[in-house]
T-cell receptor, first 118, second 113 residues
């Protein structure tokens, strides 16, 4: 079975401190991983993706993510949090079992609410 | 500007009524998706379509129906068979090439009267 887990419902961090939002995955085969952000009453916005290559992926708004194959993780990070980063963050993995894997169908985690205190 | 438009933003359904949520994209994307979002459950896929006149059931298709008669449009009907329709519904699209991100609309919030 394929799945994505976000073990923390909420992460609290002070403005200016580094932040980490955790994600672990389970797939049979190479994982193709994505991070999205959702602000209240809005759709999801794409932040970054890992397909292959460098384990550290840089994305939008200063976010980056580290792919770790041995730990099956893809944690989202930012060196210095902003109050405006407060939002719901989703990790997702491409579904490799439908259409022979030839789609962009995603399996999403349950989301982590990031709260940045001023 | 290219994007995905969902309408209406808020929708109320009476018992026994079918309602249709609109999703239109001008991104020239082949693939389109419908998700349901409930608090604490993340996004669950209802239906998706890889190409015009073709669509597949997702994980929670029961009580929903879709059509894909035009590339830019993918309407979702919530039927009276869906007993718990209150949720936030999100439409997305992507190009057909794999590993490309999905682009999302701003959602429709459906409630029961």
């Amino acid at each position: 079975a394929q799945s994505v887990a976000q073990p923390e419902d909420q992460v609290n961090v002070a403005e200016g401190n580094p932040l980490t939002v955790k994600c672990t995955y389970s797939v049979s085969g190479n994982p193709y991983l994505f991070w999205y952000v959702q602000y209240p009453n809005r759709g999801l916005q794409f932040l970054l993706k890992y397909i292959t290559g460098d384990n550290l992926v840089k994305g939008s708004y200063g976010f980056e993510a580290e792919f770790n194959k041995s730990q099956t993780s893809f944690h989202l990070k930012k060196p210095s949090a902003l109050v405006s980063d407060s939002a719901l963050y989703f990790c997702a993995v491409r579904d490799l079992l439908n259409y022979g894997g030839a789609t962009n169908k995603l399996i999403f985690g349950t989301g982590t609410l990031l709260a940045v205190q001023p | 500007d290219g994007g995905i438009t969902q309408s209406p933003k808020y929708l109320f359904r009476k018992e026994g009524q079918n309602v249709t949520l609109s999703c239109e994209q001008n991104l020239n994307h082949d693939a389109m998706y419908w998700y349901r979002q409930d608090p604490g459950q993340g996004l669950r896929l209802i239906y998706y379509s890889q190409i015009v006149n073709d669509f597949q059931k997702g994980d929670i298709a029961e009580g929903y129906s879709v059509s894909r008669e035009k590339k830019e449009s993918f309407p979702l009907t919530v039927t009276s068979a869906q007993k718990n329709p209150t949720a936030f519904y999100l439409c997305a699209s992507s190009i057909a090439t794999v590993n490309q991100p999905q682009h999302f609309g701003d959602g429709t919030r459906l409630s029961i009267l």
